[in-house]
């Protein structure tokens, strides 16, 4: 009886798995397109794709496409205008969230409630609907189209003080205590044990940090005109300039990517096992 | 209250007591840039809302409720409104089923899981501009790369970027693509959370395949789909790169947002209006927050 039962069912779960792999196939192809067509097009003469079809034949390998792009937008200055915003942003958000995190955790104090209530508080405020009066404010004090105006807002963020908050408080008070009895200051206690025993979390912050400085696209977009673009505004000005010549606009967007895409090929697990569980707490 | 806790444990006080208590003047940095440049424009965007604007955008005088009085009389604002929701809810939803639907089928094994997975992440490597820059490369009228391959396989497809119900697709499909990679990580994580005692409970209860991922595995992962589902919306809700990329709103105010029009009233080609501006911003704040509570309702509790 139980013979005949598995003796049965082996076909079927091949036959299962084989649909199972098909379906996976058609549907890694229909998320794959806009990256395949995409960085198929910017490595080919304008017009190939469309005419050949999204599997080309690539004896016409060309980099004009990239030559063009850089040309046609400052995309190597808005690039680095975009490191360097990454770079002071996700610094201040985590070296700024970890202080925060590190006094509403280990000191006991009057108001560390009440603190923490704020920083969860600005959780709730939507990004988008703030720009005008930091608009403003960015304005008013001279920093319009300049690295320091992008920045300057987001050198706090809610998120990494809550996930290095949650993060510290499960480390234990008496390391803290033995760190402190032992004659460390607050700021040798937090950098030299607390940081170093939370460091998945850690990592966690300065990806979110960093991608969400890279990633910026309506604040940077208001406050600069050409002096501090970054390259996710440059990148939406240049569809909108070639919209017909999408090669061109297809080598611009590798460009902007690559660094991401990397990102992502070389830590898929590190992001699935840190930022993805990571923002579920 | 910080002494009555110290207090049960008898050593310890007097020693905390010697160290000079500055650890909690740490708490500023953060604090201070929060209230700065997120709380204080809150309150600021409230009080724009009902002052009239002079010809740069200042604020003049107060008007009261003029401001929302003109927008909420206004049918395009209704328009505008209803556009931006079923703009934010399409987006998610393909998103977050579609993520659920590949999680799902890469938990067992599968050829080339691996690099499928790696597949599946990769729109989370594009940012909204980034992502809407490639579709308009894709829907591009004439030498649009989609419907020149949808007609190989015999399929007519829209015009995408002029017609407005296949525009409003557009900006959903353009949105539910890029938040996808970031769905599928966050899914993929939740179903591996799942103790495999469950699963080999439900296996020799028969459980197999779709019942399976119906009865045990969709229950057990949905504080994250209700995450998703959240998040998703709140971020669709604010959508702007899309339109500024793709269709700037149209055709014919099709696809007009909240923060398109936000961005228009304020920081368009016409005279700066940051008081009505404003109100869409309240509105955004409002609705978002609405929407929010009313998901919590309908999916469960806030456990994600």
Request: proline fraction near 6%.
């Amino acid at each position: 009886m139980t013979a005949t039962v598995t003796s049965r069912r082996r076909p079927r779960l091949r036959a299962a798995t084989v649909v199972r792999f098909l379906v996976v196939l058609v549907a890694a192809a229909v998320v794959f397109f806009p990256v395949w067509t995409s960085f198929v097009s910017a490595f080919l003469p304008s017009g190939v794709v469309v005419r050949d079809g999204v599997l080309p034949w690539p004896g016409s390998l060309t980099l004009r496409n990239f030559v063009a792009v850089t040309a046609s937008v400052h995309l190597v200055p808005q690039y680095l205008v975009s490191v360097a915003v990454v770079t002071l942003q996700t610094t201040a958000q985590v070296v700024t969230g970890a202080l925060a995190a590190y006094a509403l955790v280990f000191p006991r104090w009057r108001g560390r409630a009440l603190a923490f209530g704020l920083v969860l508080l600005t959780l709730a405020v939507p990004g988008e609907s703030i720009v005008i009066p930091n608009y403003e404010l960015v304005s008013a004090i001279g920093l319009r189209d300049t690295v320091l105006g992008v920045a300057l807002p987001y050198l706090a963020a809610g998120y990494p003080v809550f996930l290095l908050r949650q993060a510290f408080a499960a480390v234990p008070t008496e390391i803290w205590e033995a760190s402190r009895l032992d004659g460390a200051g607050d700021l040798r206690s937090l950098f030299a044990i607390v940081m170093p025993a939370c460091r998945p979390e850690v990592t966690t912050a300065v990806i979110w940090s960093a991608l969400s400085a890279w990633n910026g696209f309506f604040w940077p977009l208001l406050i600069t005109d050409s002096g501090a673009r970054t390259v996710q505004v440059g990148i939406s000005q240049l569809a909108a300039s070639e919209a017909s010549d999408p090669s061109v606009l297809f080598a611009g967007t590798v460009l902007v990517v690559v660094p991401t895409i990397l990102l992502v090929v070389l830590a898929q697990r590190l992001l699935v096992n840190g930022l993805a569980r990571g923002v579920l707490h | 209250m910080a002494d009555t806790t110290a207090g049960t444990d008898g050593a310890r006080p007097r020693s905390r007591r010697r160290m000079p208590a500055t650890g909690k003047w740490l708490v500023l940095p953060a604090l201070l840039l929060l209230l700065v440049f997120v709380l204080r424009p809150l309150v600021r965007t409230v009080e724009l809302s009902f002052h009239a604007s002079d010809i740069v955008g200042n604020p003049t005088r107060f008007v009261g409720l003029a401001n929302y009085l003109d927008l909420f009389t206004d049918p395009g604002f209704l328009r505008v409104t209803l556009v931006t929701i079923v703009i934010a809810l399409l987006g998610t939803g393909i998103a977050t089923s579609a993520a659920l639907g590949a999680a799902l089928l890469l938990r067992r094994h599968v050829l080339g899981g691996g690099l499928f997975a790696v597949v599946f992440s990769l729109p989370f490597a594009y940012s909204a501009a980034s992502a809407s820059a490639v579709f308009a490369g894709l829907f591009a009228p004439s030498v649009g790369i989609l419907n020149t391959t949808l007609a190989r396989v015999g399929i007519d497809g829209p015009a995408w970027l002029s017609d407005p119900v296949a525009a409003v697709w557009a900006i959903a499909l353009a949105t539910g693509w890029y938040e996808f990679g970031f769905a599928f990580l966050v899914l993929t994580a939740a179903v591996r959370a799942v103790p495999p005692e469950t699963i080999e409970a439900a296996q020799l209860d028969g459980a197999g395949g779709w019942r399976l991922a119906a009865r045990i595995l969709v229950p057990i992962m949905r504080p994250s789909i209700v995450f998703l589902t959240v998040t998703g919306t709140i971020s669709g809700l604010q959508t702007f790169a899309q339109i500024q990329v793709l269709t700037r709103g149209g055709p014919g105010g099709a696809t007009t947002t909240f923060v398109f029009q936000l961005f228009q009233l304020a920081f368009g080609n016409g005279t700066p209006d940051f008081g009505r501006a404003s109100v869409v911003a309240v509105v955004l704040v409002v609705v978002i927050a609405a929407v929010t509570v009313v998901q919590f309702r309908l999916f469960g509790r806030n456990d994600a």
